[in-house]
T-cell receptor, first 113, second 113 residues
């Protein structure tokens, strides 16, 4: 059974801090790992990672995958209050007719002014 | 505007009643998904559908039913057999092709009294 574990469960920082969110996984025939940001309702897509060592970057957010150690990190630099959200990590295996994702429990980030 | 809509946003029902949650998309996506999210937890897959008139059980299908009579619509019925129906329900859809990610609707919060 595929498994995704995120840490920490929750995190409180102040504006301007840098945070690192962790995602470890166990999946048969890994295809891709995805990060989503969930503020109040719908998760919004951030990154999809398929190859080890290649950093994906979008503004202050970046993410990297280590397929050998089976984990990914999501970095947020110079955090802002608008970064407060639950960050979800999900994996997708190769042989997956339904393109199903297995999600981790999420990390709740709170950024204080 | 293209997107996924879910209705209603909030739903209250008495125990023992069936209730149907709506999910509509105009993205021309073939695949659609229903997830359940409980407080402090990640998303768990209830049902998914890759094509019209076809759907498959996810990890927690017991007590739920779906239909996919139209490409745009994937309603979820929470039946009285579902023991703990109070949760946040998210619908998602995905286009065909590698790299297309799941896009989520705004969710429906169901409270069973």
């Amino acid at each position: 059974e595929d498994k995704v574990v995120q840490s920490p469960l929750s995190l409180v920082v102040h504006e301007g801090d840098t945070v690192t969110l962790n995602c470890s996984y166990e999946v048969t025939n890994f295809r891709s790992l995805l990060w989503y940001k969930q503020e109040k309702k719908a998760p919004t897509f951030l990154f999809m990672l398929t190859s080890s060592g290649i950093e994906k970057k979008s503004g202050r957010l970046s993410s990297i995958l280590d397929k050998k150690e089976l984990f990914s990190i999501l970095n947020i630099t110079a955090t802002q209050t608008g970064d407060s959200a639950v960050y979800l990590c999900a994996v997708r295996p190769v042989y997956n007719a339904g393109n199903m994702l297995t999600f981790g429990g999420g990390t709740r980030l709170m950024v204080k002014p | 505007d293209g997107g996924i809509t879910q209705s209603p946003k909030y739903l209250f029902r008495k125990e023992g009643q069936n209730v149907t949650l709506s999910c509509e998309q105009n993205l021309n996506h073939d695949a659609m998904y229903w997830y359940r999210q409980d407080p402090g937890q990640g998303l768990r897959l209830i049902y998914y559908s890759q094509i019209v008139n076809d759907f498959q059980k996810g990890d927690i299908a017991e007590g739920y039913s779906v239909s996919r009579e139209k490409k745009e619509s994937f309603p979820l019925t929470v039946t009285s057999a579902q023991k703990n129906p109070t949760a946040f329900y998210l619908c998602a859809s995905k286009g065909s092709g590698v790299g297309n990610e799941q896009f989520f609707g705004p969710g429906t919060r169901l409270t069973v009294l």
